[in-house]
């Protein structure tokens, strides 16, 4: 479908600042952030939903801090559980069709190969069952959607992500430990974003589902780490990181445990697209570039 209006909800994080120039191509966009539209505020949504008269909806809001939300279940359930059932029920009532961000963390990460789309979901803590909860709710709707699972993401916009946090830690300390039993893929936004725009056109009632989308390649939080530092080494980044350690996650303990293998097969949405998502490493190359570029 080629949309005439877009509703882009999450206009002020990492993958909503990718989106938006993208969207723009394909429609008039109306973007709202949280002071717009607040998915904890659940009344709110089909107002703002019916104002904006979308034919697409793409949600890139979530509520996303994994640890705080074992202490603030509710709130991340309201956001990531309830908010999306209801975007998708508006967006039935209106005839509109439904792109909504999820995550590879409604899996437990048992598996040794990559997760397919039919694979049975079991998170492990709060936030992955709220995604879960989230899904559900949109599926149980006559919405027309795509749910999009993804992992590991960063990009350039946004307050923060693994990127981010170790181009500022490697310039401050000459040591870091890096967990490296913990196994995905690096997402960048900006291949994220792109495929979210190429999916829009492509999105009919028979392509309706759930897809993973996930750059291409492999590796540990440890080898993410490596690499984030020798590309930025590359570069030019001001940096006083001598040695990354690799350590365990038992040595490195957090309030909400994490799939300790989260690869998602990106099979079904590379059929769709007509290709396969770029590697991993090259994400990496470009985001770099651009926080040189912009300085943010």
């Not at 990718?18 to 723009?24: D, T």
């Not at 429609?27 to 019916?50: F, H, M, Q, Y």
């Not at 990009?155 to 890096?178: D, I, Q, S, Y």
């Not at 396969?276 to 090259?282: E, G, L, N, V």
Request: proline share 7%; glycine share 8%.
């Amino acid at each position: 479908m080629m949309p005439k209006q877009i509703l882009l909800i999450g206009q002020d994080g990492q993958l909503g600042q990718e989106l938006r120039p993208l969207l723009e191509a394909l429609g008039t966009v109306k973007s709202v952030g949280r002071d717009s539209l607040n998915l904890a505020d659940l009344e709110t949504i089909p107002e703002v939903v019916n104002q904006a008269a979308p034919d697409v909806i793409v949600n890139a809001a979530a509520y996303t801090a994994v640890d705080k939300a074992e202490s603030e279940l509710e709130l991340a359930t309201t956001i990531n559980g309830k908010a999306p059932g209801i975007l998708a029920k508006t967006a039935a009532e209106l005839g509109a069709a439904l792109i909504h961000v999820s995550t590879d963390y409604v899996f437990d990460g048992t598996q040794s190969h990559p997760y397919a789309t039919t694979d049975p979901t079991a998170p492990l803590g709060a936030y992955g069952q709220s995604k879960l909860a989230g899904e559900q709710a949109i599926q149980e709707t006559q919405a027309d959607f795509a749910i999009l699972r993804t992992a590991w993401v960063y990009g350039a916009g946004g307050k923060g992500n693994f990127v981010k946090t170790m181009l500022r830690l490697g310039a401050e300390r000459p040591e870091l430990r890096v967990v490296m039993d913990q196994v995905g893929s690096p997402t960048w936004t900006g291949d994220l974003a792109q495929a979210i725009a190429q999916l829009i056109p492509r999105l009919k009632p028979e392509t309706c589902g759930i897809y993973h989308y996930t750059n291409s390649g492999v590796c540990s939080w440890y080898d993410f780490a490596v690499a984030i530092f020798e590309e930025a080494e590359t570069l030019g980044f001001p940096l006083k990181i001598q040695r990354v350690l690799p350590i365990t996650t038992a040595e490195y303990p957090t309030p909400a445990r994490r799939p300790a293998y989260s690869v998602l097969s990106p099979e079904k949405i590379s059929q769709l697209l007509g290709e396969p998502p770029p590697h991993w490493r090259r994400g990496l190359r470009k985001m770099l570039r651009e926080l040189l570029q912009t300085g943010s």
